[in-house]
C-alpha cells in the first residue's frame, strides 16, 4: 500500500534565529509556522519519526523556539491536533443542527451527511494543511493511545450523531448504534487519508484522491450499514 502523500515543508532558506525570539517574531505567524511545520511531518513519518529539530529546520527557526510556545514534542503534537479540532467540531455541530432545524423528520441517510459533509468539504475547499491533518488523525486512530485523544476532541459531535439517529430509528439498540458508528468513523478516516489502495486494486477504476466520487458512495455504505445492522436486530427479535 502506497503511502499518502503529505508534503513535508521545505527549509526557508532563512538561518534560525538563536536565542529568545524577538517579540515580533513571537506571535501568531511564528507559532504558526511551527504548527504547519509539526502538522505536514508528522502526518507523513508519524510522532515518533519526527524530531522537534526537524520541526524547526522545516519551519526555519532555531529548535529553542519550540520550546517557548510548548513545553516538549507532546505538547506541540497537542497544539497541532487541537488547531483544527476545534473549528473542525464547530463545523461539524452547525451542520447536524442546521440539519435537525431543517427537517420534518430526520432520517439515518440525512444524518449521516451531515456528519460526514463538512470533513470532506475541508479537505477539498480548505487550505492543504486540513489534508496532512485527517491523515493524521486517521494514523492516531490506529495507535493504542489515540483513542483518548480521539475522544478528547471529538465525542461530543459523535453522541449529537447518536441522538440524531435515535430519531431517525426510533427503538433502535444503543449498543447497534454505536457499533455502527465504529464502521463509520473508520471508512470514513480512511477515504479521508487519501490512501491509493484502491487504485491499485481497481486498476485505476477508482481513485482514492477523488474525494468528489468517494463522497456519495461512502455516504451510501455508511448509511446501508446503520439500517443493515438495525434491522438485522429487529429480524432475529434481539431489539
Same mark, same amino acid.
Given at each position: 500500500?502506497?503511502?499518502?502523500?503529505?508534503?513535508?515543508?521545505?527549509?526557508?532558506?532563512?538561518?534560525?534565529?538563536?536565542?529568545?525570539?524577538?517579540?515580533?517574531?513571537?506571535?501568531?505567524?511564528?507559532?504558526?509556522?511551527?504548527?504547519?511545520?509539526?502538522?505536514?511531518?508528522?502526518?507523513?513519518?508519524?510522532?515518533?519519526?519526527?524530531?522537534?529539530?526537524?520541526?524547526?529546520?522545516?519551519?526555519?527557526?532555531?529548535?529553542?523556539?519550540?520550546?517557548?510556545?510548548?513545553?516538549?514534542?507532546?505538547?506541540?503534537? &497537542?497544539?497541532?491536533?487541537?488547531?483544527?479540532?476545534?473549528?473542525?467540531?464547530?463545523?461539524?455541530? &452547525?451542520?447536524?443542527?442546521?440539519?435537525?432545524?431543517?427537517?420534518?423528520?430526520?432520517?439515518?441517510?440525512?444524518?449521516?451527511?451531515?456528519?460526514?459533509?463538512?470533513?470532506?468539504?475541508?479537505?477539498?475547499?480548505?487550505?492543504?494543511?486540513?489534508?496532512?491533518?485527517?491523515?493524521?488523525?486517521?494514523?492516531?486512530?490506529?495507535?493504542?493511545?489515540?483513542?483518548?485523544?480521539?475522544?478528547?476532541?471529538?465525542?461530543?459531535?459523535?453522541?449529537?450523531?447518536?441522538?440524531?439517529?435515535?430519531?431517525?430509528?426510533?427503538?433502535?439498540?444503543?449498543?447497534?448504534?454505536?457499533?455502527?458508528?465504529?464502521?463509520?468513523?473508520?471508512?470514513?478516516?480512511?477515504?479521508?487519508?487519501?490512501?491509493?489502495?484502491?487504485?491499485?486494486?481497481?486498476?485505476?477504476?477508482?481513485?482514492?484522491?477523488?474525494?468528489?466520487?468517494?463522497?456519495?458512495?461512502?455516504?451510501?455504505?455508511?448509511?446501508?450499514?446503520?439500517?443493515?445492522?438495525?434491522?438485522?436486530?429487529?429480524?432475529?427479535?434481539?431489539?
Amino acid at each position: 500500500m502506497s503511502k499518502p502523500e503529505h508534503k513535508v515543508p521545505t527549509k526557508t532558506g532563512k538561518k534560525p534565529r538563536r536565542g529568545r525570539p524577538r517579540h515580533s517574531d513571537d506571535g501568531v505567524k511564528a507559532r504558526g509556522r511551527l504548527l504547519d511545520a509539526a502538522e505536514s511531518l508528522f502526518a507523513a513519518r508519524g510522532f515518533y519519526g519526527v524530531t522537534t529539530r526537524q520541526v524547526a529546520d522545516a519551519a526555519g527557526v532555531d529548535v529553542a523556539l519550540i520550546y517557548y510556545h510548548f513545553k516538549n514534542k507532546s505538547s506541540l503534537f &497537542d497544539g497541532v491536533l487541537e488547531r483544527r479540532a476545534r473549528p473542525l467540531v464547530s463545523a461539524r455541530r &452547525d451542520s447536524l443542527r442546521a440539519y435537525v432545524a431543517a427537517s420534518r423528520a430526520v432520517t439515518v441517510e440525512g444524518a449521516v451527511a451531515a456528519f460526514i459533509n463538512p470533513m470532506i468539504d475541508l479537505s477539498l475547499h480548505g487550505d492543504a494543511g486540513w489534508k496532512s491533518y485527517f491523515g493524521l488523525v486517521a494514523q492516531i486512530d490506529n495507535t493504542p493511545w489515540g483513542g483518548e485523544i480521539i475522544h478528547r476532541y471529538f465525542d461530543d459531535n459523535v453522541h449529537e450523531l447518536i441522538d440524531i439517529l435515535q430519531r431517525a430509528l426510533p427503538g433502535s439498540p444503543m449498543k447497534e448504534l454505536y457499533w455502527a458508528y465504529n464502521f463509520l468513523a473508520g471508512s470514513m478516516m480512511l477515504a479521508l487519508s487519501g490512501t491509493e489502495r484502491v487504485d491499485r486494486l481497481s486498476e485505476g477504476l477508482c481513485r482514492a484522491k477523488d474525494l468528489e466520487s468517494a463522497r456519495l458512495r461512502l455516504l451510501n455504505y455508511c448509511t446501508g450499514g446503520f439500517i443493515a445492522m438495525i434491522t438485522a436486530e429487529r429480524l432475529s427479535g434481539r431489539a
